[in-house]
């Protein structure tokens, strides 16, 4: 058993956590350079809890410009063992409206701006990611949504486009028409994908702000009602991670569903041939691994 640390990775207009006790905003350094921000650590309900604004206080970050890697390998350092990630996005189902949460659990991946991988040369490893999101978590958001009277649809699938702008109409109708696509976003990838390589529990609740530019009586995505849209979806966001520490026990059992043991097998550099550069860089998301070795 070890103690349960929730990681709260909060998108546009979701800046803090109410009611957290003990609060501090800490800055936490990492090998990767410095994440998005200070992270506001504190207890709620008698469990752990550590929150990082992705954009950084005030909306500085692009989703390109994002640092990933250090986002997650400081919440690592900080002991997070399980992270709900909290993202505007925008809609390709008529059913998934402007204010209902999608708990994703698959992602196309479209981004080409950006560092997807903690590992490299000197350091080989692979993980899978074909189930990228943690279903037990997945299933903790959705109670947390209903108990605070969010519409919320358990699973979809989260296109991750580059940004800034976004899609053209014929993009949307592609992803949506022919890639079977449900929500789309610009900031949950390569965050899944980290999360799995520094064995953690990682789930995506996707706050829909808009139908993307494909609705016919929506017309192209307008940013003053992204942002009405996304300040009221904030409060939303609040109400569910409120209720998060009662669902998840403080003493923390393995996941069932193996998320935080990915790298068991994963790694294929042979322990005399590893880059001790890249070992000293990975001695928080690797650290189990490497202690062992």
């Not at 500085?60 to 900080?78: E, G």
């Not at 943690?134 to 108990?147: D, F, I, M, N, W």
């Not at 028409?177 to 929500?183: F, I, K, M, Q, R």
């Not at 529990?201 to 940013?223: K, L």
């Amino acid at each position: 058993m070890t103690d349960t640390v929730i990681g709260i990775i909060g998108g546009s207009g979701v800046y803090d956590i109410d009611g957290l006790q003990d609060a501090e905003w800490t800055t936490v350094g990492t090998p990767w350079g410095m994440p998005s921000d200070q992270i506001l650590t504190g207890t709620l309900n008698g469990v752990r809890m550590a929150f990082l604004p992705r954009h950084g206080r005030g909306h500085v970050h692009t989703p390109t410009t994002v640092p990933y890697r250090a986002n997650i390998d400081a919440l690592k350092r900080l002991g997070v063992t399980d992270v709900f990630s909290v993202s505007a996005c925008g809609s390709f189902r008529e059913e998934m409206a402007p204010g209902d949460f999608v708990i994703v659990d698959q992602f196309i991946d479209r981004t080409f701006g950006r560092d997807k991988s903690f590992f490299g040369p000197g350091f080989v490893a692979h993980v899978s990611v074909a189930h990228p999101t943690c279903p037990r978590l997945g299933e903790v958001a959705e109670t947390a949504a209903r108990g605070a009277g969010i519409t919320v649809h358990q699973g979809g699938t989260y296109l991750a486009m580059e940004g800034p702008q976004f899609s053209t109409l014929a993009e949307s109708k592609l992803y949506r028409e022919v890639w079977g696509c449900d929500v789309i976003g610009m900031t949950n990838m390569p965050e899944a994908k980290l999360a799995r390589e520094a064995e953690l529990c990682y789930a995506s609740i996707a706050m829909v702000t808009d139908y993307d530019s494909w609705h016919p009586d929506h017309g192209e995505v307008d940013v003053t009602d992204i942002i009405r849209t996304a300040g009221e979806n904030a409060d939303k966001a609040r109400a569910l991670v409120k209720r998060l520490p009662d669902l998840l026990s403080p003493d923390r059992a393995p996941c069932p569903h193996g998320c935080d043991r990915a790298l068991e097998f994963a790694i294929l550099t042979a322990p005399d041939k590893r880059d001790p550069e890249m070992v000293k860089k990975l001695d928080a998301v690797a650290g189990r691994i490497l202690r062992d070795a």
